[in-house]
Each structure stands twice: as structure tokens, then as C-alpha cells.
């Protein structure tokens, strides 16, 4: 059965989560205070990049089961589920995560509701905020606790948005026992759970648990290799060799053991550290303390970077040229926040390199993020002249490098590969001074 339903954020999680409802054959609004975004999504426009969506958001605007706005009056008279998909981002000078956004919507919404409805919350939020969020729209709407909760955190991956949302792993429903809450969502979410997707109740507390249990142990498994990486840094070893080996061991997996330049973006950094947050209010920290050093961990790679730089040209930076190929925390998106490429490049610029990034994605973002560095448009611009060339960010087009295309284009033939990403072997073998996180190879 076709659901009215509104999504209140339309960034990386909202819009693509509103598209892959209508197209699962839902009615749906986005919504947005930011109206220069409201408009380009209403045009088929996405506002950033996202493989695959921006044909299921063409789709479904043309077959009329989507529309975007940023009337909240309108919202709540369409809408019989209205989902919360904006930013928790961690508040400044702070681990804490700040839920002013969330706030927004609930304050606003909540006088606007007149008849019975659900609001499922997605975006990430500290353990204890469902319990305050439904305690609260009950007080400010019309029908009190006839408008219910419900906590449903997502776990989109961006790069594969579209597939994570139209098939996820399993849907969270965290929801108050006795409600039609359950009922509802298992609608939602009909043609997923038909399919044989896991719909997992629960209660508030558990829910929101599980998104950021998850995010910390994704976490705390990249700094585990990371911090094997370190040891490999000290007695000589190969790190993508010790991962290949655990790997094989089903209790431990290969996945997720990719030993580099650690995680960054709009996720997993302020997650740890809104839970250690939360935690610490809860009093109960000594439960995260570990979180600490898996985030010291992942920080420290980005300082190691610059160090292999440094020692690879000689112990200084100042008048060389460097070449940053990455701009976005991972590949497949143009998201660059708390991105360790950018991170690096910044450092790098600080110790008086001359620095030039190339993104094929991120450009633009980059551009207003770090105003300061130097941008190319392409692989050989950006290295022309270069002294050392970096990847940072394991896009394919990157993987696949012909050290033979930057012949005569760079000044020295040195690499350093953030991600052990490239063919070291290839590198090594045209004349080039290979470096990289965790092994040793350019001898
Ligand atoms: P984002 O910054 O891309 O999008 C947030 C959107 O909310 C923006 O478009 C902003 O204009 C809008 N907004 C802010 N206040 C609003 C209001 N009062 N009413 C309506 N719209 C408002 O953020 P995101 O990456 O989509 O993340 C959103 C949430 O989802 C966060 O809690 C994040 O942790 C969580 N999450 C994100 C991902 C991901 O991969 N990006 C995955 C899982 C969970």
C-alpha cells in the first residue's frame, strides 16, 4: 500500500532515502530549509554526487510520486509518516553531538500535526534522544501521543546510497511496545521485508545503540589494521600482507581491514565521539575509553602521511611540489567532510609545500571547504612539476595509474600511496621511489 510520507533533510541521507521510497512506490515530500537545494531537487537536480541517483530521483519526480518543498505546513498536511533524515554534526569545541536540527523539526512540526501520524527518526542521535523527542511532540501537537515515534537509524553507505537504501542488511525499528508504530513501518518497508530483509524491534534505546555501536566497531576495526600498520612501520613488515593473512580467518574477515590514510567524512569521526560523549554523561565512559585511541589512532596516519612525504624528499617541504590526487574521504562520493586527504593537503601546505589537488568528484566542495590550496583539473595537471605525487583517496581512476603517462610530467618519481591502493610492483618497476602506510617497499 502506497504511503504519504515526508522527509524532513535532503542531504546525502534524505534525498536518497526520499527517492528510494517513491521508489518503492510511495507518495513522498522532501523537505528542506535550504531552498536553493529544494529547488534543484524539485528540477531533478542532485545536489551532490551519489552513483545511481540521480536516475531514481528523475524517475520518480516524472511518475509524480515526488515532489520537494520547504513548506512545513504543507508537509504536515500531506504527510502520514513524516521521517527525520538532517544533521546531528558534533558541536564545536565539543565531542557532543548537536541536535539543534533535529530540534528544529520537532518544534516545528509538532504544533502542525493535527491528526495521527508517525515520526521516524534516521539521522544518527546520542542514546536517549527518541525518549525526549517523544515526549516532547507529544506536548506540542494537537493530538498529544496520538502523533508517535519511532527510532529507525539508517545505514547507508554513500558511494552505494541507492542499493544500501532500496535493500539494506536489515531495518532497525526501534518503538514504544503497544503502538502502531511496528505496523506502520513494517508498511514502509513492505517490498524490502517481502524480499527477506530482517526487521529487527526493539525498544528507543537499543535502536539508537545499534547505528552507533555499529559506526565505533567499523571504527575500531580500521585503526586496528592502522595501528598494525604502525608495527609494520617498525620492524619492517607488509601490512596488506598481515591483512590478507588474518583475513582469511572467517572469525575476522577481510573486509573493513584496509590499512591507510584511516576513515573520515560525515560519519564514523563524530560518531565516536558524540558516543563517547554520551557515555560520559551517562556515566558511564569507562565502557568507551578504548574509542579514544582507535580516533588517536586514526589521526596519527594523517601526521605519518606527511611524515613519508617530508622524509621522502629529503626532510623538507618548503619550494616542492606536491601532488594530492583525492579530495573526498572515500572514493564514489564528493563528500569532503573531515576528509583526511584535505587534512593531509592542508598540512602539507602549512609546511611550505606548493600543493595541487585533483578530485574527479570533489572539486567543488574542496574549493569552499580549503579556499586556500591549489586545484587542477586533472591527474597531469595536478602533477606537472610535482616532487612527489600522493593518492589519498582510492578512486578507480587512481588504482589504475599508468606510471608511464606521468613520464616527463613530474619533476620526481617518487608515489606515496595513502590507501595501498596502487599496483606497487607496476610503480617500482617504471623507476619509481614507491612509499605507503605500513610497508616498506622502495627498497
Ligand atoms: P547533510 O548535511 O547532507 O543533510 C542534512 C540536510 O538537512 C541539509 O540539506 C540541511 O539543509 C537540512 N536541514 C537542516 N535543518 C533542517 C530543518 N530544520 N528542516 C529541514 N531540513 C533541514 O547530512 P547527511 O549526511 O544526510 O546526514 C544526516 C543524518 O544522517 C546525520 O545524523 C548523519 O549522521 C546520518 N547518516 C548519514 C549517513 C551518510 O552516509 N551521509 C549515513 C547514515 C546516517
Redesign the pocket.
Known amino acids: 500500500m502506497a504511503i504519504r510520507m515526508t522527509v524532513?533533510?535532503?542531504?546525502?541521507?534524505?534525498?536518497?532515502h526520499a527517492a528510494c521510497m517513491a521508489e518503492r512506490g510511495h507518495e513522498v515530500l522532501g523537505?528542506?530549509?535550504?531552498a536553493e537545494?529544494a529547488e534543484r531537487l524539485k528540477a531533478g537536480d542532485v545536489?551532490?554526487y551519489e552513483p545511481g541517483l540521480p536516475e531514481v530521483l528523475k524517475r520518480n519526480i516524472e511518475a509524480g510520486r515526488l515532489r520537494f518543498t520547504?513548506s512545513?505546513e504543507e508537509a504536515a498536511e500531506f504527510g502520514d509518516v513524516h521521517f527525520i533524515?538532517?544533521?546531528?554534526?558534533q558541536r564545536r569545541g565539543e565531542y557532543a553531538?548537536d541536535l539543534?536540527?533535529?530540534h528544529?523539526?520537532i518544534d516545528?512540526l509538532g504544533p502542525l500535526l493535527k491528526r495521527p501520524a508517525l515520526i521516524a527518526g534516521?539521522?544518527?542521535?546520542p542514546v536517549g534522544t527518541a525518549t525526549e523527542l517523544a515526549e516532547r511532540v507529544a506536548r506540542l501537537s494537537p493530538v498529544g501521543d496520538q502523533v508517535e515515534l519511532a527510532w529507525n537509524?539508517?545505514?547507508?553507505?554513500?558511494g552505494f546510497?541507492v542499493k544500501d537504501t532500496l535493500e539494506p542488511d536489515r531495518i532497525v525499528a526501534g518503538v514504544q511496545p503497544g503502538g502502531k508504530a511496528e505496523a506502520i513501518l513494517r508498511e514502509v518497508y513492505a517490498k524490502a521485508v517481502d524480499a527477506g530483509t530482517p526487521f529487527l524491534v526493539m525498544d528507543y534505546a537499543t535502536a539508537e545503540l545499534v547505528?552507533v555501536s555499529a559506526n565505533a566497531f567499523l571504527a575500531t576495526k580500521i585503526s586496528f589494521i592502522n595501528a598494525m600498520a604502525e608495527m609494520c612501520e617498525a620492524v619492517g613488515g607488509d601490512v596488506t600482507l598481515l591483512a590478507d593473512a588474518i583475513g582469511h580467518d572467517t572469525r575476522i574477515g577481510r573486509r573493513f581491514l584496509n590499512a591507510g590514510l584511516g576513515f573520515g567524512?560525515?560519519?564514523l569521526p563524530?560518531?565516536i565521539r558524540a558516543f563517547m560523549a554520551r557515555a560520559g554523561e551517562l556515566g558511564a565512559d569507562q565502557a568507551l575509553t578504548f574509542l579514544r585511541e582507535v580516533d588517536n589512532i586514526n589521526m596519527r596516519r594523517r601526521g605519518r602521511m606527511v611524515e613519508i612525504a617530508t622524509e621522502a624528499l629529503g626532510g623538507t617541504l618548503i619550494g616542492k611540489n606536491v601532488a594530492v590526487l583525492g579530495a573526498a574521504f572515500k572514493p564514489d562520493?564528493d563528500?569532503v567532510?573531515d576528509s583526511p586527504a584535505l587534512n593531509v593537503a592542508g598540512m602539507l601546505q602549512l609546511k611550505g609545500a606548493a600543493v595541487s589537488v585533483y578530485d574527479p568528484k570533489a572539486m567543488e566542495n574542496s574549493r569552499k571547504m580549503f579556499p586556500t590550496l591549489g586545484y587542477s583539473e586533472s591527474v597531469v595537471d595536478a602533477c606537472e612539476k610535482a616532487d612527489i605525487v600522493l593518492v589519498l583517496t582510492e578512486w578507480q581512476e587512481f588504482r589504475e595509474l599508468d606510471p608511464a603517462e606521468l613520464e616527463g610530467v613530474v619533476r620526481g618519481r617518487v608515489v606515496a600511496d595513502g590507501r595501498n591502493c596502487l599496483d606497487a610492483r607496476k610503480w617500482i618497476d617504471a623507476g619509481w621511489n614507491y612509499r605507503a602506510l605500513g610497508r616498506n617497499l622502495s627498497t
Not at 31 to 34: H, K
Not at 85 to 89: A, R
Request: net charge positive; charged share 25%.
Open positions: 524532513f533533510g535532503t542531504g546525502y541521507l534524505g534525498a536518497t523537505v528542506d530549509v535550504d537545494k545536489p551532490f520547504t512545513y533524515g538532517v544533521g546531528t554534526p553531538a539543534k536540527y533535529v528544529s523539526v516545528t534516521k539521522s544518527t542521535v537509524p539508517e545505514f547507508l553507505r554513500e546510497a547505528k567524512g560525515g560519519c563524530k560518531d562520493s563528500d567532510r
